[in-house]
Nanobody, 124 residues
């Protein structure tokens, strides 16, 4: 069992940056693949970025590639999402997710644990 708590969301102007954090409980964080998803009002939850247990493999949605960076610090039980060059269409609630696997997981159904989410609002 792992519990996830996101932080770092807020209001930012277009072109700005935010860094989201996801703190995980438990002593086996390094065994979990982690991902970030987002959900805008009236839309389905969509994949943003994922990272393998070791941090050696990452994967991004086309819409954020080159602007967002996912990373993790296993010693701190934390995964990050650095978001640069933000656009109004990035506005959503952002969720982190975890799954006990050595693979990179990019689907909503592939994750077992979810945080409560943090709101990101990008103004134009």
């Amino acid at each position: 069992q792992v519990q996830l708590v996101e932080s770092g969301g807020g209001l930012v102007q277009a072109g700005g940056s935010l860094r989201l954090s996801c703190a995980a409980s438990g002593r086996t964080f390094s065994s979990y693949a982690m991902g970030w998803f987002r959900q805008a009002p009236g839309k389905e939850r969509e994949f943003v970025a994922a990272i393998s247990w070791s941090g050696g493999s990452t994967y991004y949605a086309h819409s954020v590639k080159g602007r967002f960076t996912i990373s993790r610090e296993n010693a701190k039980n934390t995964v990050y999402l650095q978001m640069n060059s933000l656009k109004p269409e990035d506005t959503a609630v952002y969720y982190c997710a975890a799954r006990w696997t050595t693979s990179v997981v990019v689907t909503t159904q592939g994750y077992d644990y979810w945080g409560q989410g943090t709101q990101v609002t990008v103004s134009s």
